[in-house]
């Protein structure tokens, strides 16, 4: 089946022009001022064409932890959110650390998923940080990025190991840096002057950046490719530049609320995530970090928790907002429709065609000829307020519930098929 998107904007040679984008389930087959063709249209009257976003790092708790999300659930909202293409980490139960379960979890997201899914493995046996996964088992079933987020590698000999092992399979380590030997028991803010006079514990920047800084040393060392995750701090930008000057194959991502919030913007556990939202410094650092490219591209750790696992006290409320419904609008409003600081082609190509490069997909996150088939159609014309209620995540733990936005996804296709559209 073939469709003709008529009558809209696109995103094209790093543009935005009108133009009509013929494609199939496979790829764009053309984009032309004026295509003559008989294949089904979609009037994107009104509208901007984006090339599908990707998320390199989603939480979608199936098999598992149900009660917060599902792969169902999740990749809804991906859609939602404009996603075409989402990572979900694997600290599930069980972990996807052996090819058996692996295999089962594939059916799963086969059967489940309304957009593309590509899941890690764990780099370490159920996330222990003891015993390295068989890497090579699960890159068989196409499986080429591993994970133990949520958690850090404590152990430098077993990280050493894993680095080394990884780079044999040639395949990549994704990493939660967090040295726990930093954390306070009840620790759930940044650590600061404004945690103290809310009466909160902190946790200092060197929880993350001291575990970043041995990774990046032994990732140069072993020749191995390495990504950090949520980066936050100043001393982890600091740490990722003289890595990446010093020749080592890294790259990190920044969250849409890390680039968005800060530790005075923190009213209770809907704020509370992990890492967590640093000082004004830290902020204006991650931005200047990802447009100076020692930060390559956006991913937003989408996190979804019920209900009773955010009415806590904020020392034992769970960590993490959910993000994918929300992650595109609020950095489209705030950096290029009001601070004018960034073009919309540099925005999705954070948030698309370089997370897509670095995490070796091909034929993605550009709409040009031989591409896959994956658009976001978004209104950038009309305002409107972000509203959890309308969410399809099973979470509804979001800081942003009510902020004024500057564009709303109207259409996600993936694969050639609408996924999701709005009225």
């Not at 090339?51 to 708790?61: A, I, M």
């Not at 890690?120 to 068989?140: H, M, W």
């Not at 028991?185 to 009466?199: K, Q, T």
């Not at 006290?313 to 950096?335: D, K, N, V």
Request: contains cysteine; aromatic residues 8%.
């Amino acid at each position: 089946m073939k469709y003709v998107i008529r009558g809209g904007k696109v995103l094209f040679n790093n543009e935005i022009v009108e133009r009509d984008v013929l494609f199939d389930e496979e790829q764009i087959l053309d984009v032309a001022e004026h295509i003559d063709t008989d294949a089904e249209e979609i009037n994107a009257a009104g509208l901007t064409v984006l090339p599908g976003l990707v998320d390199v790092h989603v939480h979608f708790r199936e098999p598992g932890y149900e009660q917060k999300e599902t792969i169902a659930t999740g990749t809804a909202a991906a859609a939602h959110g404009g996603f075409t293409t989402v990572f979900p980490m694997p600290n599930l139960n069980p972990f996807p650390d052996n090819a058996e379960t692996m295999t089962d979890y594939l059916k799963l997201i086969e059967r489940d998923a309304r957009v593309h899914v590509h899941p890690y493995g764990t780099i370490t046996c159920s996330e222990k940080g003891q015993t390295v996964t068989d890497y090579a088992s699960l890159k068989a079933l196409g499986i080429h990025w591993f994970s133990d987020d949520g958690v850090g590698v404590a152990d430098e000999a077993v990280m050493r190991q894993a680095l080394i092992k990884a780079k044999e399979n040639d395949v990549m380590i994704v990493c939660h840096t967090e040295d726990m030997t930093y954390r306070k028991p009840g620790s759930c803010v940044n650590e600061g002057a404004y945690a103290d006079s809310m009466g909160w514990i902190g946790i200092p920047n060197a929880c993350e950046s001291a575990q970043l800084e041995r990774d990046l040393r032994l990732a140069l060392e072993t020749g191995t490719k390495y990504h950090g995750c949520h980066i936050s701090a100043v001393e982890s930008v600091e740490a990722l530049r003289k890595a990446k000057a010093a020749g080592a194959d890294a790259s990190a991502e920044v969250t849409a609320h890390h680039l968005l919030l800060e530790e005075t913007d923190v009213k209770g556990p809907d704020w509370k995530m992990n890492p967590p939202l640093r000082s004004h410094t830290d902020r204006m650092a991650l931005i200047e970090a990802l447009e100076d490219g020692t930060l390559d591209f956006i991913a937003n750790d989408h996190a979804p928790h019920t209900p009773a696992d955010k009415a806590k006290p904020m020392s034992s409320a769970a960590f993490g907002i959910i993000s994918l419904e929300t992650a595109f609008p609020l950095l489209y409003t705030e950096f290029v429709y009001r601070q004018k600081r960034w073009t919309l082609a540099q925005l999705v190509s954070w948030m698309s065609e370089k997370p897509a490069e670095r995490f070796g997909l091909d034929k993605t996150g550009r709409i040009e000829p031989g591409f896959h088939s994956d658009f976001a159609l978004v209104d950038l014309e009309h305002e409107t307020k972000i509203d959890k209620s309308t969410f399809l995540s099973k979470g509804r733990n979001t800081p942003f519930d009510g902020w004024t936005v500057h564009a709303e996804i109207k259409q996600t296709i993936a694969g050639g098929k609408t996924v999701w559209k709005g009225e």
